[in-house]
């Protein structure tokens, strides 16, 4: 996924291990915008 999006030409993508869960179970902060 992220190969594909730097191929869209974004340019700060990062993997992120263990997902989107890891980062919230982390007590990381997470912002919610309507698309």
Same mark, same amino acid.
């Not at 992220?2 to 999006?5: E, H, N």
């Given at each position: 996924m992220? %190969? %594909?999006?730097r #191929?869209? @030409?974004y340019r700060?993508?990062?993997i992120l291990k @263990? @997902?989107?869960g890891s980062? /919230?179970?982390a007590g990381l902060p997470l912002e919610s #915008?309507? /698309?």
């Open positions: 992220a %190969q %594909q999006l #191929k869209l @030409g700060d993508v990062r @263990g @997902g989107l980062w /919230a179970n #915008k309507p /698309a």
